[in-house]
């Protein structure tokens, strides 16, 4: 896995792990998570931009602190008493995404009003994200440490915030497309999140990702 | 589904007896998105657009409500303006438009539109035609045969 | 077994830690307090508990600021400038601000959150300002879609405004939408008639006060009320007056030629009432006797109408152009409109067009 990356110099395994995240790896567009928000906020520029950059804050966050609670909460509880930490990882990182979120969505507010109209809105719309509870997951199957699990939320949260931006944009020219009825709407933005799938998976030989 | 908030503040406005009394969706039930694209796609099959429409409409409904309540004879068009006191904001909170209504009537094709002074800056801005059973839903084909648009070239 | 025990203690565990942290967090980041609203540099202090609405708070405390939709963002008419503590403007308030009052510190009172001590400034009459609970005394048709709502004031049981002010009538919450709204009425009855106060309302098509009032208040209901409101009174000139009106647009001028006549004032006036049909109009008799009794008082009824019976003997037209017909002297005169929105549009250009300045134009904000 990860591992034979993770030996190599520090710096350039962050780089790695940052951009296979971000691209080769997109949890968007390969893995196909978050994608309600995905269709349904990509109207707009402006909307995908704010709930782009709200989930790469909070996944980065949520994964670094589901990092540490993994690693010093759940590892020793299952060497002590025989607690797998594997099924409890669920139901706690969502727990700790959810209380994270809601917990922001104050803090926001009451250090930065400007930060709160743009970005805090959208909170409420990520606490049940896919995208930040599957980074969260994935972290645990690569066996990152805390800084490889910052730097992999951060590629996650990045990947999807340009995943939704691209599609955004491209949802923008498609207005004044011409779209079989049958397929306008949902249908369509699925095909399209398809084609860019394909054109990420032209990245894979990039980095090598197992 | 996730909703955009700005999307859904909009749609909280047109409920029954926020701005109106019935609302502006009607016996809609489906999302405004889902009512927008519709009708866009409608428009765009007769080769017509929003704007288009939306700017024929605003500018017969203009004249007819400067008319204060006196008919508007324009072609086979009758339309006449119900007056009201008072200004009723648009949804999307971009404007205020005098309340009352318009009905527009060409006896000879028999059609009969309801329109309100905000239907055409709503169908020109948003793009919005109201829901389906609505009193001033605005068919985008009857308000084209209405207001004599053919397709663009 | 252990194991079963010790996973649910830490599920348990884990909720409660974030639970207290969430709790610790409403405590700390988002109670603000009790917060000191400052009116007018001193002239009223008022300490309210943060993290409610301006508008709300500012209610609470018997301040009314003129509100119709109940707080929703939507009707731009709570503006209130904000001196000091107010924070960035919403973007919920952005599209019902212009840029200059923006730059003004004009803001959407109901979108402002209290979250720190803050100075406003609003106009001193607002003071005065009053929530009225009262009965319905009497529901008379003027014409089809045109009725007069008598209202006995119960608590406070008298008003004091001046002809020409509104008071906002409360129709309740029902139906899906659980926040009561207000719409502006003018009065129409003269202040000398403290105990009671008279609207004219007329049938607006959807709407959700005025049929409320046609369709389910009857006599004897309660209703709740605050006001007065506007700056929609007569100044103290002596020039003379023209008076526009179309419609429901009658009220303030219903009080204001009956103060007229109650204080013997010999101001020179020429009311103006617009209508399509002869079906529209009411009051007539009243202010032709009126205007028998009173010399330097006439009334003009218009009919615009395509069908106007021959017997008509009044003006025929639209308002606008019958005023602009026998308009006399028109730099000297001072214009008062009530009606449509339409009609005041239509009103305001051609009074400018004649040479009457903008600022002897004057009608209710509301419109």
């Known amino acids: ?63 670094a602190i589901n990092s540490v609670l993994y690693r010093q909460v759940l590892i020793p509880l299952e060497k002590a008493y025989g607690v797998p930490a594997d099924t409890m990882i669920l139901i706690l990182f969502i727990v700790v995404i959810a209380a994270f979120v809601q917990l922001m969505e104050m803090f926001i507010e009451r250090v930065s009003l400007g930060l709160y109209f743009s970005l805090g809105i959208f909170l409420p719309l990520i606490t049940v994200n896919c995208a930040i509870l599957g980074s969260s997951l994935f972290m645990v199957t690569r066996q990152l440490d805390l800084l490889g699990s910052l730097i992999f939320g951060l590629g996650n949260g990045l990947g999807w915030w340009l995943a939704i931006m691209l599609m955004a944009g491209i949802r ?32 894979s030989g990039m980095i090598q990702v197992q | 589904m996730k909703r955009d908030p700005d999307i859904q503040r909009v749609e909280e406005r047109m409920a029954p007896r926020v701005l109106s009394l019935d609302g502006f969706l009607g016996a809609d039930h489906r999302p405004l998105e889902e009512i927008l694209d519709a009708d866009r796609r409608d428009v765009e099959q007769m080769g017509l657009s929003n ?75 948003h793009g919005f035609y109201e829901g389906r059973g609505s009193r001033y839903r605005v068919d985008p084909a009857l308000a084209a045969e209405l207001l004599g648009l053919t397709a663009l070239p | 077994m252990m194991t079963i025990l010790v996973a649910a203690l830490v599920v348990c565990v884990s909720a409660v830690v974030l639970a207290i942290l969430l709790l610790a967090a409403e405590r700390f980041l988002i109670n603000y307090g009790p917060c000191r609203i400052d009116i007018n540099s001193g002239r009223k202090s008022l300490t309210v508990e943060g993290g409610q609405s301006l508008l709300g708070s500012l209610k609470n405390e018997g301040i009314f600021i003129p509100s119709a939709c109940g707080g929703r963002g939507t009707c731009a008419y709570c503006k209130v400038k904000v001196l000091s503590g107010g924070g960035p403007v919403a973007p919920t308030e952005e599209p019902l601000l212009t840029g200059e009052e923006i730059a003004s510190n004009v803001r959407i009172s109901c979108q402002v959150k209290i979250r720190n001590d803050i100075a406003i400034e609003i106009p001193s009459d607002m003071f005065d300002i009053r929530q009225y609970k009262g009965a319905v005394e009497n529901i008379r048709d003027l014409t089809y879609d045109t009725k007069e709502l008598r209202i006995r004031l119960m608590s406070p049981d008298s008003i004091k405004f001046e002809p020409g002010q509104y008071v906002q009538l409360e129709a309740p919450a029902y139906g899906r939408n659980p926040e009561p709204i207000y719409r502006a009425y003018s009065i129409s009855s003269p202040p000398s008639d403290s105990h009671y106060i008279e609207m004219i309302i007329r049938r607006v098509p959807d709407g959700i006060c005025t049929t409320w009032v046609f369709d389910v208040l009857r006599d004897g209901d309660t209703v709740m009320l605050n006001g007065p409101y506007g700056e929609f009174k007569m100044t103290d000139s002596d020039r003379s007056m023209v008076w526009i009106a179309g419609g429901s647009g009658m009220a303030p001028f219903w009080s204001m030629i009956r103060h007229m006549k109650e204080t013997g004032s010999k101001r020179k006036c020429t009311y103006f009432f617009g209508a399509v049909a002869r079906r529209d109009l009411f009051l007539v008799d009243e202010l032709q006797a009126i205007s028998a009794e009173m010399p330097n008082f006439t009334f003009i009824p218009a009919l615009s109408g395509e069908n106007v019976p021959d017997d008509w003997t009044g003006q025929r037209g639209l308002i606008t152009d019958v005023v602009a017909r026998s308009l006399e002297n028109p730099p000297d005169v001072e214009a008062y409109l009530c009606g449509s929105a339409g009609m005041i549009d239509a009103a305001v250009k051609m009074l400018t067009a004649n040479g009457v300045s903008t600022d002897r134009i004057f009608y209710d904000k509301f419109n």
């Open chain 1, 1 to 63: 896995m990860i591992a034979q990356v993770t030996q190599q110099p520090v710096a350039a395994s962050l780089i790695a792990i940052l951009f296979a995240a971000a691209i080769t790896d997109n949890i968007l567009l390969t893995r196909f998570l978050g994608m309600c928000s995905f269709l349904s906020v990509s109207r707009q520029m402006k909307s995908a931009l704010g709930l782009g950059l709200a989930v790469v804050f909070v996944t980065t966050a949520t994964t």
């Open chain 1, 172 to 203: 923008t020219r498609l207005r004044n497309a011409r779209i079989p009825p049958a397929l306008d709407g949902a249908g369509i933005t699925l095909i399209i999140a398809g084609i860019m799938a394909l054109a990420f998976m032209g990245y």
């Open chain 2, 51 to 125: 704007q288009l429409i939306g700017r024929r409409l605003s500018e017969l409904i203009d004249k007819t409500v400067a008319m204060l309540g006196r008919p508007l004879h324009v072609g086979n068009i009758k339309a006449t303006y119900s007056e009201a006191m008072g200004r009723m904001p648009c949804p999307w909170a971009d404007g205020r438009f005098p309340k009352g209504e318009i009905e527009i009537l060409d006896e000879s094709k028999g059609l009969r539109l309801l329109v309100t002074p905000s239907s055409g800056h709503m169908i020109e801005h």
